[in-house]
């Protein structure tokens, strides 16, 4: 490795840093920057993740849209009742709720309306509320990976057919919602051992005699008809969005080569399937702002599409900036790892595990390292049993979702050590991400 390459790493983790530092959006400022003093060095910039930003932003409409009408909210009152009615199960309920709420939505943000729920519960029942609210954000973000409308699964499944490799999109659904489910929930029982019991943790009695931890009770939440309407619009959305998928996917056969037996010609396919989730998604927005009779403009200051156009802003600074790095040094980093994966192949998992807590994203991580795994001919079954280990986001102390997490626990359970890395969502988190993996390494040659 060259003085060159040793100093545009530099300048790439020095922007990632930079990033973080700033916070929230910031990370895809920087990103930005980091682009622009590569290419003053004569690095070719990398190329754009347009479709990951699309996907997010279509999914993100018809999210923002559903808030608005009070579908978030309908959702956070049948979580409340979930976990009300099995409290004290809750460090094995919490996951679960945020695992399906990512999975249907596409998106971890979604954890942010149920994590003062979580914390509510625990505390109520002398629950150390970090033992939920740790793996319940883990469970948010692995679950990205086994989500048919996330960016990352959409782009991970495009670039494999891009590539030609026999994997499809329901391929990739069938091997990562098993495998990353049963991490999240073996890993839960893990979690409800980790950090000393409520009663004696001195930080919390620290906290409670001087009258700082608060129990704030059932919350007081209205539904609305609108908001279950909104609900039920996203969910056909999502089902509509599986159907075409499959219809068109070469292994059903109903496009193809007619004289193999197809029905229609692959020509005539309508659209694909990147194009097919833009246009669902934006007409469930559209069936939810009439049908439930929103005000479109109020879905700009939705919480939830602020947080989404604020990813799309990081993604598009720091996958550019990954993509960047990455392809000026092809060639060297295919000679170097081309003979280790076919020994080594779950060093893939170990490469997009330490990527994606420095990346930020697990379709930017996707998009920096997959097609380059591809080309150094990774097997396809190390392509698809490492991909939930793109989602290494908890590792630094600063994803919005876990530092909600932290925020809302009032107990003070939930905290960030001074050694930055000690925190409760570290060891959930490597624990979830080493069962998936392993998971998909003995489930991917069942289904492939």
Not at 57 to 63: C, L
Not at 133 to 160: D, H, K, M, R
Not at 295 to 316: E, H, P
């Amino acid at each position: 490795m060259d003085f060159m390459v040793i100093l545009q790493l530099a300048i790439v983790l020095a922007a990632i840093f930079l990033g973080a530092r700033l916070g929230s959006i910031g990370i895809g400022y920087a990103g930005g920057l980091g682009v622009l003093v590569l290419a003053l060095m004569g690095v070719k910039p990398g190329s754009i993740p347009i479709d990951v930003i699309l996907v997010i932003m279509s999914v993100i409409a018809a999210i923002g849209a559903m808030q608005v009408a009070g579908g978030i909210d309908f959702l956070v009152v049948i979580t409340e009742k979930f976990l009300r009615k099995h409290p004290k199960y809750i460090t094995y309920l919490a996951p679960i709720v945020t695992y399906f709420m990512t999975l249907m939505a596409g998106t971890g943000h979604t954890a942010f309306s149920t994590l003062p729920v979580i914390a509510e519960v625990a505390k109520e029942q002398g629950v150390r509320p970090s033992r939920p609210l740790s793996i319940a954000v883990v469970s948010s973000q692995i679950a990205i990976t086994a989500s048919p409308i996330s960016a990352a699964v959409v782009f991970f499944s495009g670039v494999l057919e891009k590539e030609g490799i026999p994997v499809g999109y329901l391929d990739i659904l069938m091997i990562c919602i098993p495998t990353t489910l049963l991490a999240v929930i073996l890993t839960s029982f893990l979690a409800n051992f980790l950090g000393k019991e409520l009663k004696d943790d001195p930080v919390y009695l620290d906290r409670l005699a001087k009258g700082l931890v608060v129990m704030r009770g059932v919350s007081n939440i209205k539904v609305t008809p609108m908001g279950k309407r909104s609900v039920w619009i996203f969910l056909f959305a999502i089902v509509v969005v599986m159907l075409y998928a499959t219809l068109i996917s070469d292994k059903v056969g109903l496009f193809g080569d007619v004289s193999k037996g197809a029905w229609f010609p692959k020509e005539s396919i309508p659209m694909i399937r990147d194009h097919a989730i833009y246009v669902i998604m934006l007409s469930a927005a559209t069936a939810i702002t009439f049908f439930c009779r929103i005000d479109a403009a109020n879905v700009l200051s939705a919480s939830t599409f602020k947080s989404g156009m604020s990813a799309c802003v990081c993604i598009l600074g720091v996958a550019w900036l990954g993509t960047t790095f990455v392809g000026a040094h092809e060639a060297g980093i295919k000679e170097l790892s081309e003979g280790v994966l076919r020994t080594q192949p779950w060093l893939l998992a170990v490469a997009l595990f330490f990527a994606s807590m420095l990346l930020y994203s697990q379709a930017a991580t996707a998009r920096a390292l997959m097609p380059l795994a591809i080309t150094v001919g990774a097997a396809p079954v190390t392509l698809v049993a490492s991909f939930a280990a793109v989602s290494a986001l908890f590792v630094l102390p600063t994803y919005p979702t876990l530092l909600a997490a932290v925020e809302m626990d009032d107990t003070g359970s939930t905290r960030i050590g001074k050694y930055v890395f000690n925190h409760p969502f570290f060891i959930p988190g490597v624990v979830c991400i080493a069962l998936a993996v392993l998971f998909g390494f003995m489930f991917a040659p069942i289904v492939l």
